[in-house]
């Protein structure tokens, strides 16, 4: 399930009396999968001896065709439905007569609606089960109350179905919510400590990394037999020079790869570490572009406090050193924001990591989610944005 910017605008939209933002969000979200599940239930194979089964099949066929004909249910139609109120939809499967009475029509989605979807569904996929995916969240959204409100809502839902329909054996119903770390950790709401047990944070490192590309090449063939042999500059693999230029995310080490493909001159059968430079300049430019889109929806002046980078130094002694360099290079931010929140904002985004007590590498969120910003230690911008920041490797003395 991937709400698309109609459906996302629709649940943005969806308002019930008497109740908190993120409850009414919350009530939305669990029809609109409730929906979801039960258009995937339809193409469930179900046990023909079983009664009850027969029975919520029956009422979930009849709840689909009556409410969205031959086209299978999406969450933009449910969602831009739901907006007109409960009397948008037939509900006479579930005993109600067509549409509601006049005083009735603005009723809110009850808990009851959703309950007796749910509970149709869980009947059905009682032998086999159905996991709803809900994934791309982050397409629209913008930072704002509103968009934290329908998280929060997702959630929330995600929760309550999981607690109340999945079962231990993998049958019943299931939902899987996929969200970047960074904006799932700002998001802000009670009982978010219960949600922890069910967080699973999907990290990736250098071994990981070359596992997902070794399974993408022909058989027999390993991710170091594609490079030219021998070492980068500083003594480092090609592979792992490719690595250290990515926040480990494979969609950014299959681009580079990409690129570096795109620019091998037809039948060889090498990446020459030539080219890899070469590549190196489109990728890193492409990485100061992507950062800029997917950062200033949460902070609208993150494209210019990442061009104050521009034309640095890759390296400061100090954090005090670099948030000089700051107030030199962004005055307005420093002023609008302070140093120190700049700095940090610069952090959790991986844009710049720490050395701290002048002892081992730098460190990066990316590679150390739990990394915390430190009062003191040497300032290092990512190696991703040497080449797009045109940034100048400043030497050891």
């Given amino acids: 399930m991937t709400p698309d910017q109609y459906a996302w605008g629709a649940l943005r939209q969806y308002e019930e009396r008497g109740l908190l933002p993120e409850q009414a969000h919350s009530n939305a979200w669990k029809f609109t999968i409730a929906v979801d599940a039960a258009a995937a239930a339809l193409e469930t194979p179900v046990d023909l001896h079983d009664e009850n089964a027969r029975k919520a099949l029956e009422q979930i066929r009849t709840f689909v065709a009556k409410n969205f004909g031959d086209d299978a249910p999406t969450p933009t ?85 999981n607690d109340r329909f999945s079962h231990r054996d993998g049958t019943g119903l299931h939902v899987v919510t996929f969200l970047r ?29 070359r596992d997902l590309v070794n399974a993408r090449l022909p058989d027999g063939l390993t991710v170091d037999d594609i490079f030219e042999e021998g070492d980068m500059r500083g003594s480092i693999a090609p592979f792992n020079y490719l690595v250290k230029r990515t926040f480990l995310r494979p969609r950014e080490i299959i681009q580079f790869l990409q690129l570096c493909q795109k620019r091998t001159p037809a039948g060889e059968t090498e990446i020459a570490k030539d080219t890899i430079r070469d590549a190196e300049e489109l990728y890193s430019a492409w990485k100061v572009d992507d950062l800029k889109q997917e950062y200033r929806r949460v902070f609208s002046d993150f494209d210019d406090l990442l061009e104050a980078l521009r034309q640095t130094q ?84």
């Fill in 77 to 161: 139609t449910t969602a831009q439905r739901l907006l007109k109120g409960l009397e948008a939809f037939n509900l006479e499967a579930f005993g109600f007569g067509v549409g509601f009475e006049r005083s009735k029509q603005e009723m809110p989605l009850t808990p009851q609606v959703i309950d007796l979807l749910l509970n149709a569904v869980e009947k059905v996929c009682g032998r086999v089960g159905v996991l709803v995916a809900a994934d791309r969240l982050d397409d629209s959204w913008d930072g704002s109350d509103v968009s934290q409100s329908l998280l929060i809502g997702l959630m929330k839902a995600t929760k309550e179905i």
């Fill in 314 to 397: 890759h390296r400061f002694d100090s954090i005090e050193e670099f948030s000089a360099a700051l107030k030199e290079k962004a005055p307005r931010l420093v002023e609008s924001h302070g140093d120190r929140e700049l700095v940090q904002r610069l952090f959790d985004a991986s844009i710049i990591g720490v050395r701290m007590r002048n002892a081992g590498v730098a460190r990066f969120r990316c590679e150390d989610p739990d990394l915390l910003l430190p009062s003191t230690g040497s300032v290092y911008i990512h190696q991703s944005l040497y080449k797009g920041l045109n940034i100048s490797e400043k030497r050891a003395s």
């Fill in 181 to 209: 770390s960074d904006i799932y950790q700002g998001l802000r709401f009670d009982d978010k400590d219960k949600h922890r047990a069910v967080e699973e944070e999907i990290s990736w490192n250098v071994d990981l990394l």
